[in-house]
T-cell receptor
Framework: NAGVTQTPKFQVLKTGQSMTLQCAQD?????MYWYRQDPGMGLRLIYYSASEGTTDKGEVPNGYNVSRLNKREFSLRLESAAPSQTSVYFC????????????FGQGTRLTVV | AQSVAQPEDQVNVAEGNPLTVKCTYSVSGNPYLFWYVQYPNRGLQFLLKYITGDNLVKGSYGFEAEFNKSQTSFHLKKPSALVSDSALYFC??????????????FGKGTKLSVIP
């Protein structure tokens, strides 16, 4: 049982380049999330998708776009990468119920130079 | 808006001693509270959650947490710390955010170091 799978695990981009972070879950969860983790800042929500076909902005959405491709997959796109987007990105999924815990992927470490 | 505060960036405790990692929250309505642990270069792992009922919640690896509604706190505890408990701990709260969706909001994390 893979749980939440993120690709790639590591990536180095030049300023201005674009890329898509992929996330897939095999737990039949309705809700999916993208977070970024920075030292001293904890985890900050970028975007989330409560269910297939819906996406909403979180705390720090600027510079990012998302696509909920189907129930399993939720991708995060950086259209024009900036050094401020250097971070560790985590995808998570959960059942839609408010009491449900979230399950996290292993993270993508992104460096923008 | 919901929020979580973890007042201590780092907690040091001797092996075998009890440990406490503090968390306070702010949310409208009933809170649903969670603790997660992150080991180096890994994703977050779920430890325990408070939904309703008993104020003392037991979770994985011998951890427990005490919910206190009047103090809006949800402190993580363990009676006897192990060196292997050294990690980054996150408190989180989940509450309705409109349109039937439930955001999960995290604190900034507390680094726990257990000293042999």
């Amino acid at each position: 049982n893979a749980g939440v799978t993120q690709t790639p695990k590591f990536q180095v981009l030049k300023t201005g380049q674009s890329m898509t972070l992929q996330c897939a879950q095999d737990m039949n969860h309705n809700s999916m999330y993208w977070y970024r983790q920075d030292p001293g800042m904890g985890l900050r929500l970028i975007y989330y998708s409560a269910s297939e076909g819906t996406t909403d902005k979180g705390e720090v959405p600027n510079g990012y776009n998302v696509s909920r491709l189907n129930k399993r997959e939720f991708s995060l796109r950086l259209e024009s990468a900036a050094p401020s987007q250097t971070s560790v990105y985590f995808c998570a999924s959960s059942a839609r119920e408010v009491r449900a815990e979230a399950f996290f992927g292993q993270g993508t470490r992104l460096t923008v130079v | 808006a919901q929020s979580v505060a973890q007042p201590e960036d780092q907690v040091n405790v001797a092996e075998g001693n009890p440990l406490t990692v503090k968390c306070t929250y702010s949310v409208s309505g009933n809170p649903y509270l969670f603790w997660y642990v992150q080991y180096p270069n890994r994703g977050l792992q779920f430890l325990l959650k408070y939904i309703t009922g008993d104020n003392l919640v037991k979770g994985s690896y011998g951890f427990e947490a005490e919910f206190n509604k009047s103090q809006t706190s949800f402190h993580l505890k363990k009676p006897s710390a192990l060196v292997s408990d050294s990690a980054l701990y996150f408190c989180a709260v989940r509450a309705p955010s409109g349109a039937g969706s439930y955001q999960l909001t995290f604190g900034k994390g507390t680094k726990l170091s257990v000293i042999p």
